[in-house]
């Protein structure tokens, strides 16, 4: 008997065109047509897939209706695929929001996260304000939870993402080749102190400041990683299996022993 088709995720990992909207939309189609993206796969594109990590909101913020939304939908409900994506949306006192959205195979948006964590280290936080809730959305079985770059160091939101069923975290990012080892280390973290897959898109290349190293990867709640895209621009597809992360859970129910009483609702 064939098995059915299990789920996919595909690592969009790009070298982004610096503040060139358009031209990363065409991206995103060209190399999606190389790659094995069938219905009921996620594509996941990097933080602020559509302009690199600018801190020139006026210039790259969205517009209203946006966009960058408009594209990420219209792809979603071409190709019948679910599609996450980095964009920047206007806040308050002239700062943008770093969000990451969602749309299903419809092309209908299901999540608005936005980014709890500037990097202050980057200037990030005076040109973006925080954001204030954490997100999750369903998929295949899978309850996932996206986050930003930054957030990936702070182990705690993620740990109320899982209380609130979280079995998959997504990261997108710019996250940069001097600090490459702690973008590894702290994926396979995630996933193993949460039993939970952890799906990590990185840009690769450079923009005006900083080197890039790609690294995508997506690891399995064990820690193990599935699926690496290396350094260089590809769309990187793996199957995940939410029956895989549920026998680890009953198997080694490590999370029953959390200790509610020193973790917030976040």
């Given at each position: 008997m064939k098995l059915p088709n299990l789920p996919k995720?595909?690592?969009?990992?790009?070298?982004l065109l610096w503040e060139n909207?358009?031209?990363?939309f065409e991206k995103v189609r060209g190399l999606l047509d190389h790659c094995d993206a069938s219905p009921?796969?996620?594509?996941?594109?990097?933080?602020m897939f559509s302009t690199g990590f600018s801190m020139n909101v006026p210039l790259i913020r969205e517009p209203e209706p946006s966009e960058?939304?408009?594209?990420?939908?219209?792809l979603a409900r071409e190709k019948r695929i679910s599609v996450v994506g980095g964009i920047v949306s206007k806040g308050r006192d002239n700062r943008g929001r770093n969000e990451a959205v969602a749309f299903d195979a419809r092309g209908e948006l299901i999540a608005r996260y936005c980014?709890?964590?500037?990097?202050t280290f980057g200037g990030e936080s005076e040109y973006y304000e925080?954001?204030?809730?954490?997100?999750?959305?369903?998929w295949n079985g899978f309850v996932v939870a996206p986050f930003v770059c930054y957030d990936l160091r702070f182990p705690e939101v993620f740990r109320v993402a899982t209380k609130k069923g979280a079995t998959?975290?997504?990261v997108i990012a710019n996250w940069p080749s001097r600090r490459v080892h702690h973008w590894?280390?702290?994926?396979r973290a995630r996933a193993i102190e949460n039993q939970a897959y952890a799906v990590g898109v990185n840009r690769c290349g450079s923009d005006p400041k900083l080197e890039y190293p790609g690294r995508s990867v997506v690891v399995d709640p064990q820690g193990e990683i599935i699926a690496d895209a290396g350094d260089s621009e590809v769309f990187l597809s793996a199957e995940v299996d939410v029956n895989t992360m549920s026998a680890w859970r009953a198997e080694f129910p490590a999370l029953k022993d959390i200790h509610s009483n020193f973790l917030g609702d976040g």
């Open positions: 995720i595909v690592c969009g990992q790009m070298d909207k358009h031209g990363n009921a796969s996620m594509l996941v594109l990097p933080e960058t939304e408009a594209f990420l939908s219209s980014k709890l964590h500037p990097f925080p954001g204030s809730a954490i997100v999750t959305f369903p998959m975290f997504l590894i280390a702290l994926l």
